[in-house]
């Protein structure tokens, strides 16, 4: 009998071996049912073949294969293995990861049947008066009887699923199923929606992508907000779709999706799908299985619509490549855009990086020759770039933290019926709840980070782990009951503003206003049918929207961003300034930014604001490449965390002998800890970390290799959480 190695979902970096039994057959990516332990699991064959390191008689025989061939394509499959050596993550959690969670569980890789209520020749005879005691039967079968109803459709119809059971019950009506419709865009591929004329700088860059739209070739599309990516990005597809060949769109989150999808859905009259955290499992394998069956043109989705699986991909764009989303913090910690360019590479495609503010690694690709940029430096139409202010608020008399100035500047642009945004990266109605008595603050204990206070729920909730607990009647501490919210959130933000602007609407827009499903696409249409005026958000609100009625912006609090630890925080907050500025005056009117801040003299604002993103980038390329920093060498980081404060850095102290210990810890090696992490304590855990730096990425690669073989004889090893992250981006 041969032997399958089976990937399981479980945290350990290795592969199982199970007998197959005479007359089974199963292939690499084929899902097979196992025996664990004392447990039935899916498991995903990585290989086959005649070998085991153990005895023939100490392995258990596969229960099941669920596949007759593999759920992944073989340029996908590459990826997948070749991500979990890179990442060093275990293969059984990334082979999972890149399914939909259905097909996890072990559900069939093929379209479901779809059910539909229909009535029977008895329900199409019986009168129907005589169901005049029961209204919703009575009101079912005159739904059924002028045709039949699709489950999902019972709720959009106002009617019970008891209601019809009932008729069932009857004879009255009964339940068929079929397999759904499969229909061939190519067929009757058209473009419905309105082009745009292209100007010179839009229409070089389709020119130059489209002359390569056969080979692998990587383009940054660097274009000033406003200045018309979207609309390169739909010329392109025009011409990839118009070939039979299927895009991946990466967005970086769900909130950029809705404007997204309308225009693409508005332009080609071919199927466009959607992949993102906000589908439920039926609706994430539907769109998996129109992907890789060809009947999806266009798979728009966020980070993990990456692992898509499609029948004839010809392109790939990642939207605002820059973005922080596209690394996944837990578990898996891939990068979304580095694979996807692997991805484009291996299935020998063009892939498209568009940012109006690239990432400071991808300007060095440009450098190096990996990449091409392209460059967009006027905004579209008759769209002017906005005017910028800086108020300073020192000595400032502050009203709902808004200078005087800028509560005047609202008023001359919401007389002229223009709409105002106001950028506050802070949800809730204040960062802290504090004793006006004795000074006691209330503090998440599993974080030692302050509780953020939000007023609607009456609760303090901690924005670390989300644990929550009702506002107190009255200070723990003293007993007093002058308890006071300390600092501006978005919640307060908006009750101040509808005392100042009482009759001119507002809408604000942040996770907690956004959570419920089709929540944000409601908001946004009512703020582009001129709803609200007065538009209050988050970064959710900050990237990617298209206003056109917006002429004034203002970043009320950044001052927090111009002073941190981590190096990072100086090009996050240079690409979020601009991103934000960009959503003023985008439609011919003209704009105006205003940032409030304590410290105008700030280096870094100086540069943004005078000389632009490109002067900054260049700023901090130089002064990375000063100290080795990325893009000019490669880091990892490993985090170790404990319930006592001991074992993390013992643990992480053992693991820096380890490392130091090998015959590739060269003089170029560099490790910094332990060190207690930028965010000491979270969910009850404390967290410590090593960081490693190497100017060679090969290399670091073969220390971690030779190293984490040994990361289990470590003493401490087996008393911690411990994780791995390859090229981080937060330290």
Not at 69 to 75: A, D, E, G, N, R
Not at 144 to 171: F, I, S
Not at 180 to 196: A, I, K, V
Not at 448 to 461: S, V
């Amino acid at each position: 009998m041969s032997v399958a190695h089976v990937a399981l979902p479980v945290p350990l970096d290795r592969t199982f071996d199970y007998l197959m039994p005479q007359g089974m057959q199963a292939a690499a990516g084929c899902r097979v049912q196992v025996r664990f332990g004392n447990r039935n699991m899916v498991g995903i064959v990585v290989s086959v073949d005649d070998h085991s390191e153990l005895a023939r008689s100490e392995l258990k025989s596969l229960r099941e294969v669920l596949d007759s061939h593999s759920l992944f394509s073989p340029s996908l499959w590459r990826l997948l293995l070749w991500a979990a050596d890179y990442y060093h993550h275990p293969i059984g959690d990334v082979l999972f990861h890149a399914l939909p969670i259905l097909l996890r569980q072990g559900k069939p890789a093929h379209a479901a049947p779809l059910w539909y209520w229909h009535a029977t020749e008895q329900g199409q005879a019986v009168d129907i008066n005589t169901l005049r005691r029961a209204p919703k039967q009575q009101q079912a079968l005159a739904a059924l009887r002028q045709k039949p109803v699709w489950r999902h459709q019972v709720n959009e119809l106002d009617l019970t699923d008891g209601a019809l059971q009932a008729l069932r019950a009857k004879g009255l009506c009964d339940l068929r199923s079929e397999l759904p419709e499969t229909s061939d865009w190519r067929d009757r591929f058209t473009l419905s929606g309105e082009r745009l004329r292209l100007n010179t700088e839009q229409a070089m860059a389709v020119g130059a992508i489209h002359s390569e739209l056969d080979s692998f070739s990587a383009w940054l599309l660097e274009g000033v907000t406003g200045s018309g990516k979207t609309e390169v990005y739909l010329s392109i597809l025009e011409n990839v779709l118009s070939r039979g060949r299927q895009a991946l769109v990466l967005v970086p989150e769900i909130g950029l999706t809705p404007q997204t999808i309308a225009r693409f859905r508005e332009r080609f009259n071919a199927p466009v799908e959607v992949l993102h955290s906000g589908l439920n499992d039926s609706e994430r394998l539907a769109t998996w299985l129109k992907a890789r069956s060809g009947e999806a043109a266009i798979v728009i989705g966020t980070r993990s619509a990456l692992f898509t699986p499609f029948k004839n991909l010809g392109v790939i764009v990642i939207d605002e490549e820059h973005d922080s989303s596209y690394k996944q913090q837990e578990g898996w910690r891939y990068h979304a855009r580095d694979l996807a360019v692997w991805r484009a590479h291996s299935e020998n495609l063009p892939i498209i990086l568009g940012s109006a503010t690239p990432a400071l690694e991808t300007l060095h690709n440009v450098r190096v020759g990996k990449y091409r940029r392209l460059a967009l430096t006027r905004r579209a139409g008759n769209a002017k770039p906005a005017v910028q202010h800086v108020l300073d608020l020192k000595g400032q008399p502050l009203k709902a933290g808004m200078a005087p100035a800028l509560i005047a500047r609202m008023r001359q642009h919401l007389q002229a019926d223009n709409q105002v945004i106001l950028f506050l990266n802070r949800r809730g109605f204040a960062p802290a709840l504090l004793c006006h008595d004795c000074g006691w603050i209330a503090e998440c204990p599993r974080c030692d980070h302050y509780y953020t206070f939000h007023q609607a729920q009456r609760h303090l909730r901690c924005h670390h782990c989300d644990s929550q607990r009702p506002v107190p009647p009255q200070c723990p501490h003293c007993g007093s009951t002058h308890l006071e919210p300390v600092g501006m959130g978005t919640e307060q933000l908006e009750q101040h503003l509808s005392a100042l602007f009482p009759d001119t609407a507002l809408s604000r827009i942040d996770r907690d206003t956004t959570s419920r499903k089709g929540a944000l696409e409601q908001q946004l249409a009512e703020v582009h049918r001129g709803g609200a005026r007065i538009l209050i958000g988050t970064q959710m609100l900050a990237k990617g929207h298209h206003f056109p009625d917006v002429t004034l912006v203002a970043l009320l609090d950044v001052d927090g961003a111009l002073f941190s630890a981590d190096f990072r925080a100086a090009e996050r907050f240079a690409q979020l300034y601009t991103q934000v500025s960009g959503r003023a005056g985008r439609a011919g009117k003209a704009g105006e930014v205003v940032l409030q801040t304590h410290h105008p003299e700030h280096p870094l604002l100086q540069t943004l604001i005078y000389q632009g993103y490109d002067a900054f980038a260049e700023q901090a390329l130089a002064e990375r490449q000063s100290v080795m920093l990325p893009p000019w060498s490669s880091h990892v980081l490993i985090r170790a965390e404990d319930h006592n404060n001991q074992q993390a850095p013992l643990f992480l102290q053992q693991l820096r002998n380890l490392l130091l210990a090998s015959p590739r810890a060269d003089s170029q090696l560099w490790v910094m800890g332990p060190v207690p992490a930028l965010q000491p304590r979270r969910a009850g855990r404390f967290r410590w970390q090593l960081l490693l730096q190497h100017p060679s990425r090969r290399h670091l690669q073969l220390l971690l290799r030779d190293s984490l073989k040994l990361i289990n004889t470590l003493p401490e090893a087996r008393r911690v959480k411990w994780y791995l992250d390859v090229d981080p981006s937060e330290s």
